[in-house]
Each structure stands twice: as C-alpha cells, then as structure tokens.
C-alpha cells in the first residue's frame, strides 16, 4: 500500500488556498505547539462551514509544517483525493435512496469500500501521519452537534494493536463576520488521551470552549 496524497497536488493546492483564504479573511491560528513534529496524530475539529478544511490545511502546513488525510463525504471534488482526501460513504448517504434494490446494492459496496479505508487509515497511522476527522459528521454552525465515535473507537483498536500512543487533539473553529475582512480563529487545543473512559464527554467540551460556543 502507499500513500494516495500526492506532494506536487498538495502543495500547489496549499499555496493556492492560502492565498485565497487570505485575500477574503483575516486568519489567526493558535496552538500548533499541541501538534506533535511526527508520528501519528487524530485531529478532531469543529465543523462550522465549508472552509474548514481550508483553513485546517493551512494551520497544518504553515503552523505545524506537517500534511495531513481527511475523511470527508464522497459528493466532494475528485481532485481532494490526491491532496488528502478520503471518501467515506456515510449512512445518512444511504438513506437518502428510495429504491430497496438500489440501497441494498449501495450497502454492499460500501461495506467494500469502508473495508479498505480502514486499511488505509490504519496505513496512514502505521507511517506516521495525521488524520483528520470532523466528529460531528456534518456541519453544525453555531451550536454543537453529537460527536460520532467510529474512527475514534478504532484509533483505539490501532494504538493497542501496534502498541503505540496515538494523540487525540480538539480544535476549534470560530468565524467572526467584521468589515473590511471577517474573521477566522482556528485554535488547537491539548492532547487528550484516547483511551480515557470519559473521552467523548471531554472532547465536546473541549470544543466548544475553543471554538467560543
């Protein structure tokens, strides 16, 4: 297996984002001393709007000198895939079919495909790279959503099964509307321990507060 993202897409989309990112806001990233230089981490942000995952490409390679992989919904461009995308068919996806036949045949492939982006992540993880998942699943602007827990439960699976510490880190995101340019506060906050009982319960909280909620 190797690595999908490809470094002369990423780059130049990079570039490209923190130019146009910068021309239409004003963008103020903290906490990158809560990233760690190497090794595997999990990145769990708040997803407020669309240019989320702008603005964490930025805070990575600006901030953190460091690339990372996104899970994201499959309806987005196909050329994410080559700068660290990765598309997961989500259940509520799904539903959305009418047709049995059609849903039950979707079901199947995407069992198929989740399978193999399991295998990826856990690749991903094994070389040392970030993963970056948005736990609510969708957009929630303004207010908190229910965090799901599917790739945390299995980072965990992937820690103990190579015996290594993969760190969770919340960020928080915060979009200001002022005049001439609106505002964007992306803040990182500290490592929490993917193991502790009471982790979905802190990691809320914990991202809520950084993104000002």
Not at 43 to 69: M, T, V, W
Not at 151 to 176: C, D, H, M, R, S
Request: charged share 30%; net charge positive; glycine share 6%.
């Amino acid at each position: 297996m190797k690595l999908k993202r490809n470094k002369t897409a990423y780059d130049f989309v990079s570039i490209s984002v923190d130019i146009f990112m910068n021309l239409r806001y004003k963008i103020e990233c903290s906490g990158s001393e809560n990233i760690p230089n190497k090794g595997p981490v999990l990145l769990l942000p708040k997803h407020q709007a669309i240019e989320d995952i702008l603005i964490e490409s930025i805070f990575l390679r600006k901030y953190c000198k460091r690339k990372g992989n996104w899970m994201m919904k499959p309806s987005l461009p196909g050329i994410l895939d080559y700068v660290g995308g990765i598309k997961i068919k989500r259940p509520k996806d799904i539903r959305k079919i009418k047709n049995r036949k059609e849903r039950r045949e979707v079901i199947i492939k995407a069992r198929e495909d989740n399978k193999k982006i399991r295998d990826y992540t856990e690749f991903l993880y094994k070389n040392g790279e970030i993963v970056v998942v948005h736990p609510e699943g969708t957009r929630k602007k303004g207010i908190m959503g229910q965090l799901k827990t599917e790739l945390i439960n299995f980072t965990k699976q992937i820690q103990e099964k190579y015996n290594v510490i993969i760190p969770a880190i919340p960020i928080g995101i915060e979009y200001v509307k002022s005049f001439p340019k609106s505002k964007i506060y992306l803040r990182a906050g500290k490592t929490l321990d993917i193991t502790m009982p009471n982790l979905v319960d802190v990691l809320e909280q914990e991202i809520k507060k950084l993104s000002n909620l």
